[in-house]
């Protein structure tokens, strides 16, 4: 039995529609528009396309799950799949150099009975999903959802660059923490941009997350220009998603090349200044990023990206210092 044949939406969460074409379908975590928008400038246009905050959550009582896929332009060259069984992360798929089609059974047991799988795809590299199959005398039907919801926004770090586990990254991580469905718009390569904000985004979150900096400081626009881009960007956040809905800016993480200077200014001086202006639009929360993960090089993968160890860190530390505010 092939569940993408059926009504293959209650089973895909983390995303906002589905598209279909002969081949199978993909899932869309943006809107037509942010796609367009997206689409006008390289590496983004690719980075807004990968599956990250992205799972199929299913019950049933086959014993097995075979899953048939083809790899689309991604961000990274290498793909992950966490398969979480009952609440317990228990198989893991692994593609280092992933090209073309693929097929894996991801799980199989002796016997049938009730289960509960939700499957994370990888947040760095986008996938034609072509067949979900189950034993063909099983039963499948949705997993319940959470009254709360998440929307994260911000650059690679957000959508899950460097983690080599999707279930590692940061949005995934407070997801789960605070049981609630999550939507991950990371784009890799993003910085603050009102342009990229959809007033008829289809999602009602309670927390939204805000974390750009990194790159606006890389495009050297010194903190003239980033007192104007991080305010006209939260005043449009919080009009379109007025309180008591509550946004949390998250100002970069510890870098090795964050004493350098660009624009005229250093990292840490220009992420206090996107604290500052945080702290001035109303019911927002501001986060020192330095607080979020260990400031030492071994828990970065090339020096600014995380690794699996480093977003552990930046998923504990954030959920202690919500809870805190």
Request: proline share 5%; hydrophobic share 35%; net charge negative.
């Amino acid at each position: 039995m092939n569940i993408i044949d059926q009504a293959i939406e209650e089973y895909c969460q983390g995303i906002l529609s589905i598209s279909r074409d002969r081949h199978g379908i993909r899932m869309r975590r943006m809107t037509p528009a942010q796609y367009d928008y997206y689409d006008r400038t390289p590496g983004w246009d690719i980075r807004s396309r990968c599956n990250a905050g992205s799972s199929i959550v299913l019950n049933t009582d086959s014993p097995f799950l075979n899953m048939s896929l083809e790899f689309l332009p991604g961000a990274r060259t290498y793909f992950g799949l966490d398969i979480e069984i009952d609440g317990i992360l228990s198989h893991c798929i692994r593609v280092e150099k992933a090209k073309g089609k693929y097929e894996k059974r991801l799980f199989e047991f002796n016997e049938a009975r009730e289960r509960t799988v939700r499957i994370y795809l990888s947040p760095n590299i986008e996938i034609r999903i072509l067949k979900l199959e189950l034993r063909s005398d099983s039963r499948v039907w949705p997993v319940e959802t959470s009254s709360c919801n998440i929307l994260c926004l911000g650059d690679s770090i957000t959508q899950g660059m460097d983690a080599h586990s999707p279930v590692s990254t940061y949005p995934v991580q407070l997801a789960r923490m605070m049981d609630a469905n999550l939507l991950n718009q990371g784009v890799g390569g993003h910085i603050f941009d009102v342009d990229s904000l959809d007033p008829d985004l289809a999602f009602s979150p309670d927390l939204i997350t805000v974390a750009y900096g990194t790159n606006d400081w890389g495009c050297e626009i010194g903190l003239e220009g980033i007192r104007q881009s991080a305010e006209t960007y939260l005043t449009k956040l919080r009009d379109i998603f007025p309180l008591p809905t509550r946004i949390a800016v998250l100002s970069p993480i510890w870098r090795e090349a964050g004493h350098e200077l660009r624009g005229g200014v250093d990292l840490p001086t220009f992420s206090r200044t996107i604290l500052d202006i945080a702290q001035q639009i109303e019911g927002v929360d501001a986060i020192d990023g330095l607080e979020l993960v260990p400031n030492q090089p071994w828990y970065l993968e090339d020096g600014i990206h995380p690794n699996d160890h480093g977003f552990l860190h930046y998923s504990l530390n954030l959920q202690r210092l919500l809870s805190a505010g």
